[in-house]
């Protein structure tokens, strides 16, 4: 992935994980490769983890810690009102940038 991609994820790389937990409860790794399999290959666990934690901070998203068949408990996220609400925000957010971005590529040709 480049520079450019890379730096463009930074900015919403928490709205594709909570449009991720909309879909359904998950854990850490759970979301890891959900965002593999939808393309976004190189992101780190680790990039994953550290973003959990802040949401979680944050308040977008409930906790349950259940059990693990290795290993200590998995800690399960779940989208909250808070977090939803968030989410939609965000989805407004850029279907806004998505379009004038589209305007000044069209414009442009």
């Known amino acids: 992935m480049g520079k ?3 730096e463009m994820l930074k900015g919403t ?6 449009a991720i937990l909309a879909g359904s409860p ?5 979301i890891t490769a959900r965002l593999r399999d939808k ?3 190189d992101i780190a666990e680790g990039t994953v983890y550290a ?6 901070q944050r308040g ?7 059990p693990s068949e290795k290993g ?5 996220y779940s989208l909250n009102t808070q977090g ?26």
Request: hydrophobic share 40%; aromatic share 14%; no cysteine.
């Open 13 to 18: 790389l928490e709205g594709i994980v909570l």
């Open 26 to 30: 998950a854990y850490g790794y759970d």
């Open 4 to 6: 450019q991609m890379t």
């Open 39 to 41: 393309g976004f290959s």
């Open 84 to 109: 939803a609400e968030y989410l939609e925000d965000f989805w407004t957010t850029w279907s806004f940038l998505a379009g004038r971005l589209e305007q000044l590529r069209s414009e442009g040709k």
């Open 51 to 56: 973003l959990l934690v802040r949401i979680e």
């Open 72 to 76: 200590p408990p998995r800690k399960v």
């Open 60 to 66: 977008l998203v409930d906790v349950e810690k259940r």
